[in-house]
C-alpha cells in the first residue's frame, strides 16, 4: 500500500501546445514544497519579535527544517491547494542591562508539526523551545511565547492564503484566462498559411489514437467499518467534501454518478451495501464509446478495520488527445484524490 504523498501528479492531463484545459478533465498540478520552503525562509529570516521592549531582543534566525508536501491543483480554472508540512525555526534573543550591555543570551526553536489543507481555518499548533532553561532562558522564552507566537502564526496564515490563490501558480492563472485566445487564433492561423503537406502529416499522426486497454487493481486498509466506508463513496455530499468538486451519486442499480465537476459519469451496475461497488465509468477526455467498469470490493477482518480491493478494468491506454498516461494518472487518482483524501478528511488512517 503507498504511502501518503507518493507521486507528484495525481490524474493529470498534461498540457496541450495551445495551452488548453482539455474538455472537463484535465489536473493541472504544480509542486509546491521548494515554493513553500523559500515562503517561508523569507517571512522567517531575521524577523524581529522584539527589540528592546524590557530590556529584552528576540528574533527569529532562519528557518531550518520544512518537510512534507505541498501542491496546488487546478481544474477548470478551480484552486485546490494540498499540503501538510512540518516546519522548524531558529530564535535566538538577549537581555541588556539600562546601559544596553548583554547580560546574557539564549537560543532556541520554534516548531509547528503539522500545517495542513484540511485544518486552514484553524491555526497550527506552535511549540517554543529553549535551549538554556536558566533565568534569563526561561524570560526569554516566555517573552517569545508571549510576543512570537502572534507574529509566527500571523505569517503561517499569508502562507495559507498565498496557496488558496494558487501558490506559484498565481501569475501563470491570471495569464491562462487570456492566453487561449490568442494563442489559438495564432494557430489557426499558422494552420491557415502552411502549404507543406509533410506538416499536416505530422499533426495527425501526434492525435492518432492508439488501440488498447488495462486493468488497474489496488488494495487499500481503512481504520473504518466497512459500512462506513461504502456510504461515503455513494454519498454525494461525502464526496464534494473530500474531492471540493460537484458529485452527483444515484444510490439505485442502473442510477447515474457524476463526479469530480462532471469530469467522469456513469452508471451504477451492482450495488451490495457494506460489500460491493460495481459501476461503468468514463472520462470526458476518452475517445467516444469508450466506457470502463470499477468493482470495489470491502472486507472487515475484525471490527473497525476495512480493507478495500479495487479493480478498474477497461482503462485505455490513451485519450482522445494523444496522452498515454491515462493509466498511471488514472491509478494515482484512485489512491491520492479518492483513498487518501478520505483517510485525510474523515480520519480513516491506519
Sequence with gaps: ??????????????????????????????????????????QFSNAVILSGEGN?????????????????????????????????????????????KTISKAEGAVDMPYISDENADEDPEVRVS???EGAVGKALKEAMVKKGKGVVLEKVRVFVEAMAKGGPCRDELENKKVAPKWVAAAAAAVEKTSVLPAVVVKEKKKVKTKEGFKTISMTEKFSCRAKDLYEILMDENRWKGFTQSNA???????????????????????????KLIVQKWRFGSWSDGLDSTVKITFEEPEPGVTIVNLTHTDVPEEDRYGNATVVENTERGWRDLIFHRIRAVFGFGM
Design 1 to 42: 500500500m503507498a504511502k501518503f504523498g507518493e507521486g507528484d501528479k495525481r490524474w493529470i492531463v498534461e498540457d496541450r501546445p495551445d495551452g488548453t484545459n482539455v474538455h472537463n478533465w484535465h489536473w493541472a498540478e504544480t509542486n509546491c514544497l521548494e515554493w513553500s520552503r523559500s515562503f517561508f525562509t523569507n
Design 130 to 132: 529553549v535551549k538554556d
Design 56 to 100: 529584552l531582543f528576540i528574533k527569529i534566525k532562519k528557518l531550518e527544517k520544512l518537510e512534507g508536501e505541498a501542491y496546488v491543483n487546478v481544474r477548470k480554472g478551480k484552486i485546490i491547494p494540498g499540503y501538510e508540512l512540518s516546519v522548524s525555526l531558529s530564535w535566538e534573543g538577549e537581555a541588556k542591562d539600562s546601559e544596553g
Design 248 to 274: 452527483k451519486i444515484s444510490k439505485d442499480v442502473n442510477g447515474p454518478i457524476s463526479v469530480f465537476d462532471g469530469s467522469v459519469t456513469g452508471v451504477n451496475v451492482e450495488l451490495e451495501e457494506g
